[in-house]
């Protein structure tokens, strides 16, 4: 089959890049023909003739360069273009879109639907349903789009500032009325969480399929880890709950955070952790791939204390393929991955002093956490298999395509 994978990053900054540029190099290994469009970047994992790229877009930025390509950010011609010309070039027969806001938009799906050509789309966020991607509101999670309509996100300034408010409210009102979602006729949803928030959100049941994430291929950590260390990756940032990880990991007898990840919160978390005992809390800064497994392996268990509704996050895979139990907040779609007992322990979010407790507890039953990191390797094996995730995908493809 001929199959054209989208996402606007096609370098592996992340889980999700990560799993998008794994799955197609699986449909490849399985005889499957596999272009890609996506945005420039040095560090890109694609090239040939098989790809197209538009020009890369920074939104986080400062300066002019923002504003400049926010009309582009709604609707951008140049991404449709250059679609439509990789469509024709590779004669494909299904369109597998993955993260298209801003840098690409959906201005590529008017592409594959003028073409006459299936689109099916993994569902990494709550975008769809909520203009700034996460249902949060000021760090709070907010359900108020669902019931209100995107003109919440203005009335609420939840963009930050009044201008991005309402320039995320538009893009979404935009996309609304232009039922520029229309020809996606499958949603991918890696959790029954996100499922359950998208139809919630006026998606129609029978779009939606439940799709498990798959967890990275790679060998379990050794059998006696580093002990009283533990891992946190991920961004630095608010929503993730590490100011409360690292007042509660301050004021344990023993242990040793380790954070690896970049982002706005750093500068605070390193003014938080100064007050702790030498050594309680260490900053490894954003790690390769490769990097951050190792020291997940080296770890005794990973956490993850996010204050956010997580869909079904690629660290905890990660983990659990590595086989590390993981501590985390009961929030979102986290507890379809970490069951108590079984893959590791819930605790509630944002509550400094049950993290300390739950950290303390974890530290001194080394044993009981080996034995929850064999029980995640095991879930992982027979829940989150590549292969399995990849016939899964043929299927959904063979499907659509009629």
Same mark, same amino acid.
């Given at each position: 089959m001929r199959i054209l994978l989208a996402n606007k990053f096609l370098n592996p900054r992340g889980g999700a890049e990560r799993a998008v540029l794994d799955l197609g190099a699986a449909l490849q290994a399985r005889g499957h023909r596999v272009a890609w469009f996506g945005m420039q970047h040095p560090q890109n994992a694609v090239s040939g003739a098989d790809v197209a790229l538009v020009r890369r877009r920074e939104y986080r930025g400062s300066g002019t360069q923002p504003l400049r390509d926010g009309a582009a950010m709604l609707y951008s011609f140049e991404a449709r273009r250059k679609f439509a010309t990789l469509l024709q070039r590779s004669q494909a027969q299904v369109v597998h879109v993955h993260n298209i806001y801003h840098q690409l938009t959906p201005s590529i799906l008017d592409a594959a639907a003028a073409a006459g050509v299936p689109v099916v789309m993994t569902v990494h966020d709550y975008k769809l349903v909520c203009p700034r991607y996460d249902l949060l509101r000021h760090g709070v999670p907010c359900d108020a789009c669902m019931h209100e309509g995107f003109l919440a996100c203005l009335r609420f300034r939840c963009g930050g500032s009044w201008a991005a408010s309402a320039w995320l409210a538009a893009e979404a009102l935009l996309h609304q009325a232009r039922r520029s979602y229309a020809v996606v006729q499958r949603f991918l949803v890696p959790s029954r969480f996100m499922q359950a928030m998208l139809q919630r959100g006026g998606i129609e049941a029978e779009r939606l399929q439940y799709l498990p994430n798959f967890a990275p291929a790679v060998s379990a950590g050794p059998e006696t880890p580093v002990p009283q260390r533990f891992v946190y990756a991920g961004r630095l940032s608010p929503e993730k709950g590490l100011r409360t990880l690292v007042r509660a990991a301050s004021r344990l007898p023993a242990g040793s955070l380790v954070l690896c990840g970049s982002g706005p919160l750093e500068p605070e978390l390193r @003014?938080? *952790?100064? *007050? &702790?005992? $030498?050594?309680? /809390? !260490?900053?490894?800064?954003?790690? =390769? %791939? %490769? &990097?951050?497994?190792? @020291?997940?392996?080296? &770890? =005794?268990?990973?956490?993850?204390? =996010?204050?956010?509704? @997580?869909?079904? $996050?690629?660290? /905890?895979? @990660?983990?659990?393929?590595?086989?590390?139990? !993981?501590?985390? =907040?009961? !929030?979102?779609? /986290?507890p379809e991955l970490v069951r108590p007992g079984e893959t590791g322990e819930l605790l509630p979010p944002g509550d400094v002093e049950a993290w300390r407790r739950g950290l303390e507890v974890a530290i001194a039953q080394p044993e009981r956490w080996r034995q929850l990191g064999l029980g995640a390797r095991r879930a992982v094996e027979h829940r989150h298999g590549l292969t399995q995730h990849v016939e899964a995908v043929e299927r959904i493809y063979t499907e659509v395509c009629g």
């Amino acid at each position: 089959m001929r199959i054209l994978l989208a996402n606007k990053f096609l370098n592996p900054r992340g889980g999700a890049e990560r799993a998008v540029l794994d799955l197609g190099a699986a449909l490849q290994a399985r005889g499957h023909r596999v272009a890609w469009f996506g945005m420039q970047h040095p560090q890109n994992a694609v090239s040939g003739a098989d790809v197209a790229l538009v020009r890369r877009r920074e939104y986080r930025g400062s300066g002019t360069q923002p504003l400049r390509d926010g009309a582009a950010m709604l609707y951008s011609f140049e991404a449709r273009r250059k679609f439509a010309t990789l469509l024709q070039r590779s004669q494909a027969q299904v369109v597998h879109v993955h993260n298209i806001y801003h840098q690409l938009t959906p201005s590529i799906l008017d592409a594959a639907a003028a073409a006459g050509v299936p689109v099916v789309m993994t569902v990494h966020d709550y975008k769809l349903v909520c203009p700034r991607y996460d249902l949060l509101r000021h760090g709070v999670p907010c359900d108020a789009c669902m019931h209100e309509g995107f003109l919440a996100c203005l009335r609420f300034r939840c963009g930050g500032s009044w201008a991005a408010s309402a320039w995320l409210a538009a893009e979404a009102l935009l996309h609304q009325a232009r039922r520029s979602y229309a020809v996606v006729q499958r949603f991918l949803v890696p959790s029954r969480f996100m499922q359950a928030m998208l139809q919630r959100g006026g998606i129609e049941a029978e779009r939606l399929q439940y799709l498990p994430n798959f967890a990275p291929a790679v060998s379990a950590g050794p059998e006696t880890p580093v002990p009283q260390r533990f891992v946190y990756a991920g961004r630095l940032s608010p929503e993730k709950g590490l100011r409360t990880l690292v007042r509660a990991a301050s004021r344990l007898p023993a242990g040793s955070l380790v954070l690896c990840g970049s982002g706005p919160l750093e500068p605070e978390l390193r @003014e938080l *952790a100064a *007050a &702790a005992p $030498p050594g309680r /809390v !260490v900053f490894c800064g954003q790690l =390769s %791939a %490769a &990097a951050l497994w190792q @020291e997940m392996r080296a &770890a =005794s268990f990973v956490v993850l204390p =996010s204050e956010c509704l @997580e869909n079904a $996050p690629f660290a /905890v895979l @990660e983990a659990m393929a590595l086989g590390r139990a !993981v501590l985390a =907040s009961q !929030v979102g779609g /986290v507890p379809e991955l970490v069951r108590p007992g079984e893959t590791g322990e819930l605790l509630p979010p944002g509550d400094v002093e049950a993290w300390r407790r739950g950290l303390e507890v974890a530290i001194a039953q080394p044993e009981r956490w080996r034995q929850l990191g064999l029980g995640a390797r095991r879930a992982v094996e027979h829940r989150h298999g590549l292969t399995q995730h990849v016939e899964a995908v043929e299927r959904i493809y063979t499907e659509v395509c009629g």
